[in-house]
């Protein structure tokens, strides 16, 4: 049963003129002083959500993006200074991309957080979707095999400086460590200086396709999984939990529906449906520009993201509604009733899951990410009794 509930926060600055009919994602340039304002936001964020009782708070880390969409490029830094500045409240990594980190600079920044905050950051890899990321930090992305074999070993590296005192490698992008001699003997193993304090390492990572690949990879370690919106009564997140089942029971590890995943939504609260879908198509709309040009909508055609581009077209082209994704599951909008209705049925369909993320779309101002969060808070998770939800706070 649902127990715990996250958000996660992917970055994006306070925007202007947003949706089909506004301005184009690659027109979008905003000056540094109001990139960095990013950081303050999270932090009103962390702080809001700290007060209400939220199980924690996730960031994602991008590079470059002087759009506005995501604009953290380092989680960990980040992490540390929201966990001096809030109590209970943890922060997940959500997620550090690993092709753009030497494997064991991860795992030493990690194990440091891991220290100075107690335990309260939570781990998590990601392969990345950024092409101008990736490929600018020397690792591949175009070349989707060599990414996903580079990503395998830096985790398999990973965990192995977490969990041995001492350690060596040997694979096709890592030799470790390298065969030198070192004040007066031959290097032959390494010690990740300090490891984490809290072991076994909590880690979770993206599930996009579900492979069985991906799925068996996952749990060898032990990560846990994240399912964005997707097509909850579609079939979609269905079949990539019945998947996650299927390579569990391959490592004899019997799991129930749902049980070491994270599901992860869109919401707007309001009165009404019909009054969440006015105030929220915009956002939803900005959203679908921003990560359809990426190819991470896989309904969406050529022709509709070169349609996106136009602000002119988009507005009444054809293109994906909010309303088509409320009626799929990807999006929580509506009544608080309504969600709570939502996420009841999630927890009979899924037994085994106990939490999920809540979170904005790109382009919702900070003034109504507090809003939405705490009313979120006041009304949907008293719902779910396990939940222990503190006194209202107000959203300044």
């Known amino acids: 049963m649902i127990t715990k509930f996250d958000s996660l926060f992917a970055g994006h600055i306070d925007m202007d003129n947003v949706g089909y009919g506004g301005i184009p994602v690659n027109d979008r340039r905003f000056p540094n002083e109001h990139l960095a304002t990013v950081f303050d936001k999270a932090q009103a964020m962390a702080q809001l959500m700290d007060r209400l009782g939220y199980n924690a708070f996730w960031m994602a880390e991008h590079h470059f993006q002087h759009e506005g969409y995501e604009c953290i490029p380092n989680v960990l830094m980040t992490a540390v200074h929201l966990a001096h500045v809030t109590k209970p409240l943890k922060i997940g990594c959500g997620f550090n991309i690993t092709p753009m980190w030497h494997p064991l600079r991860l795992a030493e920044d990690f194990a440091t957080a891991d220290i100075l905050t107690d335990g309260r950051i939570i781990f998590g890899v990601g392969r990345g979707y950024h092409t101008r990321e990736v490929e600018t930090f020397g690792a591949p992305l175009l070349d989707q095999p060599a990414n996903r074999e580079l990503f ?92 996650w089942q299927e390579a569990h029971a391959r490592r004899g590890q019997h799991l129930e529906m749902g049980e070491r995943l994270c599901f992860g939504f869109h919401f707007y609260l309001a009165k009404n449906r019909e009054q969440g879908i006015r105030e929220a198509a915009k956002y939803y709309e900005e959203n679908m520009k921003m990560f359809g040009e990426l190819r991470l909508v896989r309904a969406l055609s050529d022709e509709q993201i070169e349609i996106m581009r136009d602000p002119k077209r988009a507005a009444t082209a054809k293109l994906p509604r909010i309303e088509d994704a409320i009626a799929n599951g990807g999006v929580l909008c509506g009544s608080p009733e309504q969600v709570v209705e939502h996420l009841k049925a999630l927890e009979r369909r899924y037994p085994g899951l106990d939490r999920v993320s809540v979170s904005l779309s790109v382009g919702v101002p900070q003034e109504v990410c507090l809003e939405q969060l705490e009313w979120f808070a006041s009304e949907v998770m008293p719902a779910f009794k396990q939940v222990k939800v503190a006194e209202p706070a107000m959203a300044n």
């Not at 990973?158 to 041995?164: P, T």
């Open 152 to 243: 395998e070993e830096q985790v398999d590296i990973i965990f192995k400086a977490f969990n041995e005192e001492s350690f060596s490698h040997r694979g096709k992008h890592y030799t470790l460590p390298p065969e030198v001699p070192y004040r007066g003997y031959a290097l032959k193993e390494l010690t990740v200086v300090p490891r984490p304090l809290r072991l076994p390492v909590e880690c979770w990572q993206p599930i996009q396709g579900g492979t069985a690949r991906a799925l068996d990879f996952m749990a060898k370690h032990g990560i846990r999984g994240l399912i964005g919106g997707g097509s909850a009564e579609g079939g979609a997140m269905h079949k990539v939990v019945l998947g």
